[in-house]
Each structure stands twice: as structure tokens, then as C-alpha cells.
């Protein structure tokens, strides 16, 4: 049988435009992400994605055959795609860490099991380490893939809907006012909104430049005007705006449902506000919402809690630390104390024995002999899914994937790693 080299050969190259369109390798690397995620391949699609692309820094990594068949897509199209960037994440206290996003992996449906996954994953992730980075991140659009790369889900989200078969009010009035905007408006508030909820919201992945688009009120992928979308604002008694919602409208079953595209807020009075507004608009028998955090304010402000309804919960970022020491210190915690633990890692990035002493709230990580006794043992996954404190150290104990070898110490772990606000994030890449 001949070997992986002998089929592919690997190219990571950084996305090129030529007068405002993508060169013949960009163009054919991003045709080739549609094929896996179904999406249109149309020349406006196409160069939308590569002015992002470069605007985010992004580079490409393809796996190409050596050998097409006569008739099928030629050796310009990759059949496995990977691309890498950086954006930083909020790992609670305002503390922007950078982080290696992951994004575009794809694998033609004809050329599966044939170790290309793990080629691409493996050689990226060891650029990402040997570059710096202490931390990568990725969305999956299945739950079952990563784990074997030590990718541990760090934070989820909700598709909540709201029924209007009573009037929506809130307990507490918010403060400040809500005003319909332009969506095309949105480009000069939108970014300065998302940065203030993103410094102080534990979870939190920076945008890419596509979410432009979205904040110009174009459609994704064709840079043309999206009539049906709408925008709002909230502002305070004084002071710059500090919320904002898009959203369009849709039939489902007979049914008028308001749709929420995006809803940011940087603090509780816009979001309450927002929701106040989003309640009060005429003809609409249900909101929806695909990115709700798991644990939101809106369910306790509301006069009828049972309006609100979980639809949907699912994993949202996915984390995998590939520096131990660095990533243990550069976030804040909620109790001083000294623990240790023991890290298994398939790929060796977080493989070893750790002292985390955390004094005033900040952690010290230090790498230590294999010998040495710990208190805690866990996978690399398992240190990703606990880093941002999003899950409890006790409840991954109780799932069997955190063994305490020092009485206490998963008690002491869940206290230490609590995070300061509920761990959430509105970013998709």
C-alpha cells in the first residue's frame, strides 16, 4: 500500500488577492471548503471569503493528490483543507489571551480514513505550540471528532425561544432607551459594542472580518443588502450606545417568528432593554435565538418565566491547551490555594506533571518531576473543558474524567477555577 507522501502532498500558503479576487490556489482552497460544508461555491461567495481570509490574517493549509483522476477536480483543489489564525480569548477577570483558531477543516467524502485529519490537526497544532501559543480553539459541527486531538468543549449555548401567547414584560424596568437603527448604522457601533462585552465576559472569542458584513447589513457571503434584516440600539442615559440586535422575520408553521441574527450587549440594562424592545414589536407570535448563554438573566427578569423555552443546547468552542504552564497563569482565580496535576496528552503538548500556586488570585504554573506525587490526574481534554471554568471541576470528577489522588482536592480545584461571570460566547468561526 503506498504511504500518505506518496498519494498527498501538503501546502500552507497565505490566501492572495489579485485587483480584488482571490488567486487561481485561494479561489480553488475555498471552493473546496464548500464541497464539505454544502455551501454555494459562486464567484461572490468565493471572493467575500478570501477578502476575510486575509483581512483575519488567516493561512491555508491544504492536502492535494499527487495523482487526479482523469475527470475529476484536478490537483489545484485540495481534498483536505485546515486553516489557522489568531484571535484572542476572554479567560475571565478582562484578560485577552491569544488563542489559535481553528476553522475550514474538510476532507472530500472520497478521500475519508486516510489519515488526513490527523496529518492536518497534528502538523498545525505543533506550528501553533512551537509559535507561542498557549491556547487553540475551533467551533465542531459534530461532538465526536476532536477529543482524540485533546480539544475539551470550554463553553456552550442555547437556542431559547420565546412564546407571545402572553404579553412580554420584565419584573425590573431597565434603565436607558431603545431606538430602531439602519443596519448599514451598525458598522460604527457594532465593533465598539462586541469589544466591551468581549473584555468582560469569560468565554468570549474575538470576531473575524467577515462579521462585517453583518454589521453593514449585507447578506453573508454576497456582500449585497439584506432587506429583511433590522436593527436596534440601546443607549444609556448618557453615554454611547452599549447594545444592539439584528434581526428579520420569517413564517414557521403559520406562525410570524422574529429571528435574531446577532444580539450584543455590554451591559445588563442594554440586554434587558433590548429583550424589552424585542417583546413590544407587533405581529409576532415567537422569538428565537440561537446563541442564548446557557445561564441568562432574561429567564429571572421575565413576569412569565414559562414563556421562555429551551429549544436546543449544544457544545459551542471547543478548547485544547498546548502550553500548560502559560495557560495556567495567564488566567485569574477565585481562591488562593496549591494544587498539582497530572496531564496526559496523546499529542505531548500538555503531557507532564503541574504545580498551580495561585496567591491573591494569580496562578503560578510550574512544570515539576513525573515522579512527584499529584493531586489531581486528568486528560488533556478534560484540562481544556475545566480551564475557563465553565464546568465545575466536581462534576467532571463525578464524570469520571478528573481522579483526585489527595483527599480534597477536587473540592478545592472546583473553587479555585469558578469563573467570575457565567462562562459564554457569541462568536462562530
Keep these: 500500500m503506498a504511504s500518505f507522501d506518496d498519494d498527498y502532498v501538503v501546502r500552507t500558503f497565505s490566501p492572495a488577492l489579485v485587483d480584488g479576487k ?35 490574517g488567516r493561512v491555508f493549509t491544504g492536502v492535494y493528490p499527487r495523482r487526479p483522476v482523469a ?71 459534530e461532538s465526536t471528532i476532536y477529543r482524540r486531538f485533546g480539544y475539551g468543549p470550554a463553553t456552550r449555548k442555547r437556542t ?58 449585507l447578506t453573508y457571503g454576497t456582500a449585497k443588502p439584506d432587506d429583511e ?10 453615554g454611547e450606545a452599549d447594545g444592539y440586535v439584528l434581526y428579520s422575520m420569517r413564517e414557521e408553521a403559520g406562525a410570524s417568528v422574529l429571528e435574531i441574527a446577532d444580539l450584543v450587549s455590554a451591559t445588563a440594562d442594554a440586554f434587558l432593554g433590548l429583550w ?33 423555552q429551551t429549544e436546543r443546547e449544544s457544545d459551542h468552542v471547543w478548547l485544547r491547551v498546548l502550553d500548560v504552564q502559560k495557560a495556567l497563569s495567564a488566567r485569574p482565580y477565585a481562591r488562593d490555594g496549591e494544587i498539582t496535576l497530572r496531564v496526559h496528552d496523546k499529542l505531548g503538548h500538555a503531557e507532564g506533571t503541574f504545580r498551580l500556586e495561585v496567591v491573591d488570585g494569580v496562578g503560578h504554573a510550574t512544570r515539576i518531576a513525573d515522579s512527584a506525587p499529584a493531586s489531581l490526574e486528568l486528560d488533556a481534554a478534560t484540562l481544556a473543558t475545566l480551564y475557563l471554568g465553565g464546568v465545575p471541576v466536581s462534576v467532571l470528577g463525578e464524570a469520571g474524567l478528573v481522579v483526585e489522588h489527595t483527599r480534597g482536592a477536587i473540592r478545592l480545584a472546583t473553587q479555585m477555577f469558578a469563573a467570575d461571570r457565567p462562562v459564554y460566547g457569541v462568536t462562530d468561526f
Aim: hydrophobic share 40%; aromatic share 6%; no cysteine.
Design 22 to 56: 482571490p488567486d487561481e490556489a485561494t479561489a480553488a482552497w475555498l471552493g473546496a471548503t464548500r464541497i464539505g460544508f454544502h455551501e454555494k461555491a459562486d464567484a461572490d461567495a468565493v471572493r467575500e471569503s478570501a477578502i476575510g481570509s486575509v483581512d483575519d
Design 71 to 141: 475527470g475529476g477536480l484536478d490537483e489545484t483543489w485540495p481534498v483536505g483543507t485546515f486553516t489557522g489564525y489568531t484571535k484572542t480569548i476572554n479567560v475571565g477577570g478582562g484578560r485577552l489571551v491569544d488563542a489559535y483558531l481553528v476553522s475550514d477543516v474538510t476532507v472530500r467524502p472520497t478521500h475519508r480514513r486516510r489519515g488526513m485529519l490527523r496529518t492536518l490537526m497534528t502538523e498545525r497544532l505543533a506550528a501553533a505550540a512551537a509559535s507561542g501559543h498557549a491556547l487553540a480553539a475551533l467551533t465542531a459541527s
Design 160 to 217: 431559547v425561544v420565546l412564546e407571545r401567547d402572553v404579553p412580554v414584560t420584565l419584573l425590573a424596568q431597565p434603565t436607558g432607551r431603545v431606538e430602531m437603527a439602519s443596519p448599514t448604522s451598525l458598522a460604527a457601533i457594532a465593533p465598539r459594542v462586541f469589544a466591551r462585552f468581549h473584555e468582560t465576559t469569560p468565554g468570549s472569542v474575538d470576531r473575524q472580518g467577515q462579521y462585517s458584513n453583518l454589521y453593514n447589513g
Design 229 to 238: 434584516l433590522r436593527a436596534a440600539i440601546h443607549v444609556p442615559d448618557s
Design 276 to 308: 424589552d424592545f424585542l417583546g413590544s414589536v407587533d405581529l409576532v407570535q415567537r422569538i428565537r435565538w440561537s446563541k442564548a448563554p446557557v445561564e441568562t438573566p432574561l429567564l429571572h427578569a421575565l413576569t412569565a418565566s414559562r414563556s421562555l
